[in-house]
């Protein structure tokens, strides 16, 4: 049963990849939509059955077939469906098929209509496996796979060939991480003999010492993959690039599901990061710093979708800081409130920029509010829950779990608690920032098209579950209601509080005067009094600042000047290749043989005669030498 | 004729035929070639016969028959070429025959 | 003497001194048939062949002239060389055998013909073979194809 919830996308995929060309728009959309919403039906009723008779040690399980075996290495398709997996698998297939039947009035009237949703099928049903893969081989599938969808879609209008670079840079940088993930993998199974994810976990810590240098350098590598997926620092270049896709592609794949891939690679994988203090430092420290980094930069961007990815890249660092400091369920609940506002604030941006046709600076945008009623609110919703404001929205409940743990959890420290808190005051700050310059202010270009139902009801839909997702956790000190952790605990460990903390009464309050702070400072510097702004601009320092933090705080040009130039630099000098010389060498040094030998094959008797007569005084010198 | 070295008929041998040689090399002409190549046949025919009566055999002198049958059908057949050379070519030199160069 | 004329008549006298040499020496190792026969067959027939040809090609004055321009002294070195190597390699070899004197005995014809035709029976009827050969090979080469071209279309020197 559980195998049909990734088939259904993958049927769906088949038939609009083989016969795309011959169906209806209005077919393609049915394929492409209801396989996804059928299956996000499928996991909602075993959803509910699971809560309501869990089975016998809290999974689902089954096994397909016998995929390879090699050497000591076996290999099955095996779906393996627990309370982590359920989370994921929800959110996927849920959040998947609003988008889907968003996309369906989006992509109208593209003329590649199948082609993109085949591809977002086959995305879907490639992170299905992932998130329900028994196996890390398998997972590795569903990861290389969604690696390939997100190329395919980032570059779905491949004409432009901007589109074709963004593409492009989004797969080799999540390679490296990719490819350090695979190593990790090797390691793993070098250690333990076996890629069962159920039986790594269980024989690690009976395997591994506490802090070995082997359990480090595996946890590492596996950081290192989920690093290139979830966009953290370093590899963070490829997702603001990789908005050059459709808002759709942008809301499913970069901001809801693939790039959670880390966060999930490393929740799954929790015993062994257990077993390695430096790794979970080491994760800890990477998601603070990309989120702080992230923020900055997005609170300069110009480009609506760019704000969104460098936001993004700032709430997956809050995950990583989450998973760091031991708080596993908390970045998991995270994940679970950010895909919903984060794929309402993409797809309200996409609707956004179609209605202003392709307008993408939100400069030229202004005085949206009373035009597009729907847009406004659900944009609200969604930028509401990004900076956590209090009790109203879902990501004040996520977040505020994040920034208390980031304090308290075992490995938390005063320092990654500041930065997440600096990082939550310029969140709000940018997000106001949006809503102002989008929504509020003078019209500066005219609305061309309104969204049509299909995009509106998804938006409202995702707004609610935005705004209402969070009350199912509440913090410890208020109500004790904390249904979302004690499912997810069912898998992941208990978060472990240090000893003789604060009360989280004070941390919670200056959370929240981070959030009002930001927002009052975004209100005054873009409505009340515009003329600081200018001011700034006129300063040679603060455009400097801001230049730097527009360019991603130089990540790009720094890759650039270490990786690319060196790279292209070698290839220059190698262009007649050196190996290939070495085989022309060989031709051209028997040919210039043939022609020295040639010489003596002139036709000329006596030549002839002298060579034999050589011939024979060679033989006879040899004889009488030897 | 008192004894004397098997050795040194051989040796008389070898002279003949190495100056055989060089006549081959060093001429142009054809016909010269040709009379070259007949001295060096010679050579060879005197130490067959030298070989042979060293062992007292009559083989030697019946290898020397053969080769001295060989040698006329060789003139013959040679000298028959000389004269289509001559006649198709109208110069005697073995260096402007050189069509079969690779 | 032979290989240094100029003249190819002078040459080819010289080498009937040499085969008339070359019998005597037979005659002293005691083979008396072997040294009539050269006489006979190597200077008798094959010279007259060779003259038949230096005749018939009028290789006289033109030819002389022609071979005191090709031989000169620079011609002799390689050669010279190369054989005076394989000259002294041969003679190392020869006189690395032993020392070996011996009686002139002279071997009778007789022995040579009832060996001729009793064990190399086969040898001499393929020098049969071969001579054959050489008689057809030679007459069919030898052979002067006649070009009939009208008079006005002749060119070069009218054929023989």
């Not at chain 1, 919830?5 to 038939?15: D, E, Q, R, S, T």
């Not at chain 1, 743990?405 to 490995?411: K, P, Q, R, V």
């Not at chain 1, 005063?414 to 600096?422: G, V």
């Not at chain 3, 006979?40 to 002389?64: C, E, P, Q, S, W």
């Amino acid at each position: 049963m559980l195998a049909y919830i990734p088939a259904l996308p993958f049927l769906g995929f088949l038939v609009l990849s083989l016969a795309g060309k011959y169906l209806s728009k209005n077919s393609i959309a049915w394929i492409g939509a209801g396989t996804v919403s059928t299956a996000a039906i499928m996991v909602i009723l075993s959803g509910i059955q699971f809560l309501q008779n869990p089975p016998v040690d809290g999974v689902y399980k089954q096994l397909l077939w016998q995929w390879f075996a090699a050497g000591n290495l076996s290999v099955a398709i095996s779906l393996r469906v627990d309370a982590l997996s359920l989370v994921f698998v929800f959110i996927i297939t849920f959040v998947g098929a609003l988008i889907h039947i968003y996309s369906t009035a989006f992509m109208r009237r593209d003329h590649d209509y199948a082609r993109f949703f085949a591809c977002m099928n086959l995305f879907v049903c490639a992170m299905l496996l992932l998130v329900m893969a028994d196996n890390l081989v398998l997972l590795y599938l569903g990861w290389e796979g969604v690696g390939l969808c997100s190329y395919l879609l980032i570059g779905f209008w491949y004409e432009t060939p901007a589109n074709c670079n963004a593409a492009n840079k989004a797969f080799l940088v999540t390679r490296m991480g990719d490819t350090a993930m695979l190593i990790g993998l090797f390691l793993l199974f070098r250690e333990l003999g076996t890629l069962d994810i159920p039986v790594i976990l269980e024989q690690s810590p009976r395997h591994f010492t506490q802090g070995a240098s082997n359990i480090t350098l595996i946890a590492l590598l596996l950081l290192a993959g989920g690093m290139g997926k979830s966009a953290q620092l370093p590899l963070q270049t490829w997702l603001p690039d990789a908005m050059a896709g459709p808002s759709p592609v942008s809301a499913l794949i970069h901001a809801a599901t693939m790039v959670t891939a880390g966060v999930y690679l490393i929740a799954r994988m929790h015993g062994l990061f257990q077993l390695s203090p430096i790794a979970m430092s080491v994760t800890a420290a990477i998601g603070a710093l990309t989120l702080f980094v992230a923020g900055c930069s997005a609170m300069v961007q110009t480009d609506i979708k760019r704000i969104l990815a460098y936001s993004t890249i700032s709430q997956l660092g809050y995950m990583f800081l989450a998973l760091g400091v031991g708080a596993w369920s908390a970045a998991i609940f995270h994940f679970f409130t950010h895909a919903f506002f984060k794929a309402l604030l993409f797809l309200a941006a996409g609707a956004v920029i179609e209605a202003l046709h392709h307008e993408h600076n939100i400069f030229v945008m202004g005085g949206l509010k009373n035009k597009m009623p729907v847009v406004f609110y659900t944009f609200l919703a969604g930028a509401a829950a990004l900076s956590a404001l209090p009790f109203i929205s879902a990501g004040f409940y996520s977040k505020d779990q994040v920034l208390w743990y980031a304090w308290s959890a075992g490995n938390g420290n005063a320092l990654l608690w500041t930065l997440a808190l600096a990082g939550a005051f310029i969140t709000a700050l940018y997000s106001t920032r949006l809503m102002l310059v989008v929504f509020w202010g003078e019209m500066k270009t005219p609305i061309k098209d309104y969204p049509a139902k299909s995009m509106t009801i998804p938006l409202i839909v995702l707004a609610v579950l935005s705004v209402g997702a969070g009350f199912i956790e509440w913090p410890h000190n208020l109500v004790h209601l904390s249904l979302f952790s004690d499912f997810v605990e069912k898998v992941l460990p208990a978060t472990v509080l240090k000893e003789n903390l604060p009360p989280e009464a004070i941390f919670q309050l200056m959370a929240v005067l981070a959030t009002g702070l930001g927002i009052y400072i975004g209100y005054v510097l873009y409505y009340r009094n515009k003329a600081i702004i200018a001011q700034w601009k006129r300063s040679a320092g603060m455009m400097a600042t801001r230049n730097f933090l527009f360019r991603g705080w130089g990540f790009d040009q720094l890759y650039d000047t270490v990786l690319v130039k060196p790279f292209m630099f070698i290839t220059r000098i190698n262009k007649s290749d050196v190996f290939d010389q070495l085989y022309n060498g060989i031709a051209q040094a028997s040919l210039r043989f043939n022609r020295l030998l040639s010489v003596s094959q002139n036709g000329s008797l006596r030549w002839y005669i002298v060579g034999v007569l050589i011939g024979i005084l060679f033989i006879i010198t040899l004889q009488l030498f030897l | 004729m008192s004894s004397f070295n098997a050795n040194t008929v051989l040796i008389v041998a070898a002279v003949l035929f190495v100056l055989g040689l060089v006549g081959v090399l060093t001429r142009k002409n054809v016909v010269f070639m040709l009379i070259s190549v007949e001295v060096m046949l010679n050579a060879a025919g005197l130490a067959f016969v030298a070989a042979g009566s060293k062992w007292q055999q009559p083989d030697g002198q019946v290898m020397f028959l053969f080769i001295l049958a060989m040698a006329a059908a060789e003139v013959s057949v040679g000298l028959a070429l000389v004269l289509q050379i001559h006649h198709q070519h109208k110069t005697m030199d073995v260096e402007d025959l050189k069509e079969l160069k690779d | 003497m032979v290989i240094t004329r100029y003249r190819p008549i002078h040459a080819l006298l010289y080498l009937v001194v040499s085969f008339l040499a070359v019998a005597m020496i037979f005659l002293s190792l005691g083979a008396p048939f072997v040294a009539v026969l050269e006489i006979i067959i190597y200077a008798g027939a094959i010279i007259v062949l060779f003259i038949f040809v230096v005749m018939m090609l009028n290789l006289g004055k033109d030819t002389a002239l022609q071979e005191k321009e090709w031989l000169q002294p620079k011609v002799w070195l390689v050669p010279s060389l190369l054989s005076l190597v394989l000259l002294v390699e041969m003679v190392v070899l020869l006189l690395k055998g032993s020392e070996f004197s011996m009686q002139v005995p002279v071997v009778d014809p007789r022995k040579v013909s009832l060996s001729l035709y009793g064990q190399y029976i086969i040898a001499v009827e393929l020098a049969g073979f071969l001579l054959m050969a050489g008689i057809v090979g030679a007459a069919h080469i030898g052979k002067h194809t006649k070009r009939n071209l009208h008079r006005f279309l002749q060119e070069g020197e009218p054929e023989k």
